[in-house]
């Protein structure tokens, strides 16, 4: 493709919205440009690329037998009314009405739609399993996009749904679908974690597992163990027990021999946070609890950690099995512990109380007094209060040992480029995809989903190769695979050496885009560094003597070389 005429609008400066460098050097190079916050036009360049990563994906979903089809964005809000869906997600489902006023959502994802196709579809026994997929635009809205096509509000993902007979079914499709996502990643340059994740509000019976690109502008934390293969989403990660995290430090004081004594007040004016109080009572964090207040699902629960530790909302809610839950605001706070933030504590609370196991397991505490400027201490969990349960909801610390094996946790940041699911019957059963067994039995389909973010992935690829002055592409998802500049397009031997040059290159079979503009050297060398295509071969003062300069992207200097070697050279990529 001669450059000349490509749609390609570089810009000389760093765009100020743009935080993550993939967003930047995405928007510099002319890959995307913004239509409004969270929703972008992928350019000439951006959409070679998306084409690059989504044949990759066609490649390894037809290998496992995977079915392509293309299911509407319009879903009839009626499917999310039977699946129960409708009322659970807010203002990031995208509602509309037609014109005859019948209610639409733009679909965030596809399990209602694939459900009742299937179940009209799909009857007995003979014709699973069944997985079909689709590479589709998806609405969400996101109440903060950023990053560019990191967190987008209309963004591309392959999208995949298993029916199987039963779970030993779901297991062979699940493992299958797995090895084609390390594929996937792999063959896209992508350096990734398989992490254990939490099945969040799809619900569904089985595990779930995540692909996390690694990248400091991840929202996510990965918790890894440096001894074995343990690696899990940090929402998920299973924190140690109390015996195994305190094995290295603190020891707990003994619980007071004689019955429960009291607690004993302390009048602790103004010290909310957990740093005054340790300050002024000279106390350890270990020694302290925090008592967080809930809602979850409009009713308030009260929740005990150790002062060092950190809730973790997700574990919380598994226990709960609330479709919501957020803090409580200031007002309910006071109104439910009867103080303000930062005095609240579990002793005379009137609502459910459930604890980290940490905080269960300790002797005594100082907890907040539910008084203002008053705190406890001596405080015996289950003595002085009931409690509801007690469990893991605590996040995994950084001192902790590995689940697994004791060893050492390693925490980075990443962010979700593909999330597997065992969905199980929950579909299945509520959209009515039943299947006649060998036996004539009618019997439930079991469902899996398997999402990979297809323009989220273009970033983070972006992201994890992008040098100082540009991006850089691996080979297999470059729009081009070869830069050939001209350094000065009017100069007869220049031009005839590029142009045989470039015909040599197409007759290879290879994806060439050729600079041949009338613009100062210094700018289409600007140019390429942003496009950072993988290879770049220069014609110039050289072309005279037969010679050329070959450069491979991410290696400092270029090479000069005969033309016919820089031809050699180009048939073996
Ligand atoms: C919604 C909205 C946002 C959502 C969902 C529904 C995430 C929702 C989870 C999934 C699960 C899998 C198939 C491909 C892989 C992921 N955000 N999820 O269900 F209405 Cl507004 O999408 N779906």
């Given at each position: 493709?001669?450059?000349?005429?490509?749609?390609?609008?570089?810009?000389?400066?760093?765009?100020?919205?743009?935080?993550?460098?993939?967003?930047?050097?995405?928007?510099?190079?002319?890959?995307?440009?913004?239509?409004?916050?969270?929703?972008?036009?992928?350019?000439?360049?951006?959409?070679?690329?998306?084409?690059?990563?989504?044949a990759i994906i066609r490649e390894e979903m037809e290998a496992i037998g995977a079915q392509e089809l293309l299911m509407p964005a319009m879903q009839p809000a009626e499917l999310w009314e039977t699946s129960g869906r409708y009322g659970i997600y807010g203002p990031e489902l995208i509602r509309l009405k037609d014109r005859h006023g019948r209610a639409f959502a733009l679909g965030p994802t596809h399990e209602e739609v694939?459900?009742?196709?299937?179940?009209?579809?799909?009857?007995?026994?003979?014709?699973?399993?069944?997985?079909?997929?689709?590479?589709?635009?998806?609405?969400?809205?996101?109440?903060?996009?950023?990053?560019?096509?990191?967190?987008?509000?209309?963004?591309?993902?392959?999208?995949?749904?298993?029916?199987?007979?039963?779970?030993?079914?779901?297991?062979?499709?699940?493992r299958a679908m797995e090895e084609a996502y390390h594929r996937i990643f792999s063959r896209c340059g992508l350096d990734y974690r398989a992490v254990e994740a939490d099945s969040g509000a799809i619900g569904g019976e089985g595990g779930s597992h995540e692909f996390m690109a690694l990248a400091e502008s991840?929202?996510?934390?990965?918790?890894?163990?440096?001894?074995?293969s343990y690696a899990a989403n940090l929402e998920k990660a299973e924190a140690a027990s109390p015996e195994a995290a305190d094995a290295n430090g603190f020891q707990q004081t003994d619980a007071p021999s004689h019955a429960a004594t009291p607690p004993e007040r302390l009048h602790t004016p103004g010290m909310r946070t957990i740093a005054e109080l340790t300050e002024q009572l000279g106390l350890s964090p270990r020694q302290l609890v925090k008592t967080l207040i809930y809602v979850a699902d409009g009713r308030p629960v009260a929740l005990l950690v150790r002062g060092d530790r950190e809730a973790n909302e997700v574990k919380?809610?598994?226990?709960?099995?609330?479709?919501?839950?957020?803090?409580?605001?200031?007002?309910?706070?006071?109104?439910?512990?009867?103080?303000?933030?930062?005095?609240?504590?579990?002793?005379?609370?009137?609502?459910?109380?459930?604890?980290?196991?940490?905080?269960?397991?300790?002797?005594?505490?100082?907890?907040?007094?539910?008084?203002?400027?008053?705190?406890?201490?001596?405080?015996?969990?289950?003595?002085?209060?009931?409690?509801?349960?007690?469990?893991?909801?605590?996040?995994?610390?950084?001192?902790?040992?590995?689940?697994?094996?004791?060893?050492?946790?390693?925490?980075?940041?990443?962010?979700?480029?593909?999330?597997?699911?065992?969905?199980?019957?929950?579909?299945?059963?509520?959209?009515?995809?039943?299947?006649?067994?060998?036996?004539?039995?009618?019997?439930?389909?079991?469902?899996?989903?398997?999402?990979?973010?297809?323009?989220?992935?273009?970033?983070?690829?972006?992201?994890?190769?992008?040098?100082?002055?540009?991006?850089?592409?691996?080979?297999?998802?470059?729009?081009?695979?070869?830069?050939?500049?001209?350094?000065?397009?009017?100069?007869?031997?220049?031009?005839?050496?590029?142009?045989?040059?470039?015909g040599r290159l197409l007759a290879l079979g290879l994806d060439v885009l050729l600079d041949d503009r009338e613009e100062r050297p210094g700018v289409k060398f600007k140019d390429a560094d942003l496009i950072g295509l993988p290879v770049r071969i220069v014609i110039g003062r050289g072309a005279a003597?037969?010679?050329?300069?070959?450069?491979?992207?991410?290696?400092?200097?270029?090479?000069?070389?005969?033309?016919?070697?820089?031809?050699?050279?180009?048939?073996r990529l």
């Open positions: 493709m001669r450059q000349q005429h490509m749609l390609i609008p570089t810009l000389r400066d760093d765009p100020a919205e743009a935080e993550a460098i993939s967003h930047r050097l995405l928007l510099r190079a002319g890959y995307i440009r913004q239509l409004a916050a969270g929703i972008y036009t992928y350019l000439p360049l951006g959409l070679r690329v998306m084409k690059k990563i989504e694939v459900t009742t196709l299937v179940a009209a579809e799909i009857h007995s026994h003979r014709k699973l399993p069944l997985t079909v997929y689709q590479i589709q635009t998806k609405f969400r809205d996101e109440r903060r996009p950023r990053f560019g096509l990191m967190r987008g509000r209309e963004f591309v993902m392959k999208d995949a749904y298993s029916f199987d007979p039963d779970w030993e079914g779901l297991d062979r499709t699940y991840g929202e996510d934390t990965i918790v890894s163990c440096a001894a074995c919380l809610a598994r226990q709960l099995g609330c479709e919501s839950l957020e803090l409580a605001d200031a007002e309910t706070t006071r109104q439910v512990t009867g103080a303000p933030v930062g005095f609240a504590g579990p002793v005379g609370l009137t609502i459910p109380i459930l604890a980290d196991l940490e905080a269960a397991a300790m002797a005594e505490a100082v907890t907040g007094a539910n008084e203002a400027d008053y705190h406890l201490s001596g405080v015996r969990p289950g003595v002085h209060f009931a409690l509801e349960a007690v469990g893991d909801f605590r996040n995994a610390g950084e001192s902790d040992p590995c689940p697994r094996c004791g060893g050492r946790l390693v925490f980075r940041r990443g962010i979700e480029m593909g999330h597997v699911f065992k969905l199980g019957t929950k579909y299945s059963r509520a959209l009515g995809a039943l299947y006649t067994d060998e036996d004539g039995r009618r019997r439930e389909m079991i469902m899996g989903c398997y999402g990979i973010g297809v323009s989220r992935l273009l970033a983070a690829i972006a992201e994890q190769h992008a040098g100082e002055s540009g991006l850089r592409w691996p080979a297999a998802v470059a729009p081009f695979r070869v830069h050939l500049l001209v350094v000065a397009p009017r100069d007869e031997t220049q031009r005839a050496a590029a142009d045989q040059l470039y003597d037969g010679l050329v300069e070959w450069r491979t992207s991410g290696e400092p200097e270029a090479e000069t070389i005969p033309l016919p070697e820089a031809l050699e050279r180009a048939a």
